[in-house]
């Protein structure tokens, strides 16, 4: 079966620090990854996909097929990229996403 | 912009009573979605409907029903609340075929005393 694992639920860094949040993949096909974030009081957005290849809010990810990976970076952390962040995955015929458990991200000043 | 509109945000209800939880989209899109979202289990699928009156069995669809009579409209039924099902509900919408951006309501935080 298809599963997402995020192995951290609380990730703790300092402004200015890099952070990385960790997420691993069960799937033998050729899978979409996605990374959605919930701020404090607003609703679960995208944040990005891997099919962009693009940079978010500074934030990247890069699929690895080879480790079944699909970690989200950023540099340069800021206060305001404390958040809930899900990793979530779509598989070949599906049209609904597998969820990662979740990765409590603090900023501290 | 895509509006996800989850009409009750807060609901006390009691063991055994029935519960509907309603969901409404504007823009047209085919697939409608009810995830529960518990801390430390991340969001676990309901139930899934890809167009009117289907709908599709998610992880944890025990104890749960829904309906979609229209294509707005997408509506989660608990027939008999237990303290279980205390939790957070998402609904969601996205246009059809795979990858396609999923946009959620800001939620509905149901407790059962």
């Known amino acids: 079966a298809q599963r997402v694992t995020q192995p951290e639920k609380l990730l703790s860094v300092f402004k200015g620090a890099p952070v990385e949040l960790k997420c691993n993949y069960s799937?033998?096909?050729?899978?979409?990854l996605f990374w959605y974030v919930q701020y404090s009081r607003q609703r679960l957005q995208l944040l990005l996909r891997?099919?962009s290849r693009e940079s978010i809010k500074g934030f990247t990810a890069d699929l690895n097929k080879g480790e079944t990976s699909f970690h989200l970076k950023k540099p340069f952390a800021q206060e305001e990229d404390s958040a809930m962040y899900y990793c979530?995955?779509?598989?070949?015929?599906?049209?609904?996403?597998?969820f990662g458990q979740g990765t409590r991200l603090t900023i501290n000043p | 912009d895509v509006k996800v509109t989850q009409s009750s945000r807060y609901l006390v209800k009691r063991t055994g009573e029935k519960v509907f939880l309603e969901c409404v989209q504007d823009?047209?899109?085919?697939?409608m979605f009810w995830y529960r979202q518990d801390p430390g289990l991340g969001l676990r699928l309901i139930y899934f409907?890809?167009?009117?009156?289907?709908?599709e069995k998610g992880d944890i669809p025990e104890g749960y029903s829904v309906s979609r009579e229209k294509k707005e409209r997408f509506s989660l039924i608990l027939e008999s609340a237990s303290t279980n099902q205390t939790s957070m509900y998402l609904c969601?919408?996205?246009?059809?075929?795979?990858?396609?951006?999923?946009?959620f309501g800001e939620g509905s935080w149901l407790t059962v005393v």
């Open positions: 969601a919408s996205s246009l059809g075929g795979r990858g396609n951006t999923i946009y």
């Open positions: 799937y033998s096909g050729s899978p979409e």
């Open positions: 891997h099919i």
């Open positions: 979530a995955l779509s598989y070949q015929g599906a049209q609904k996403l597998v």
């Open positions: 823009m047209d899109h085919e697939n």
């Open positions: 409907s890809y167009d009117v009156k289907m709908k």
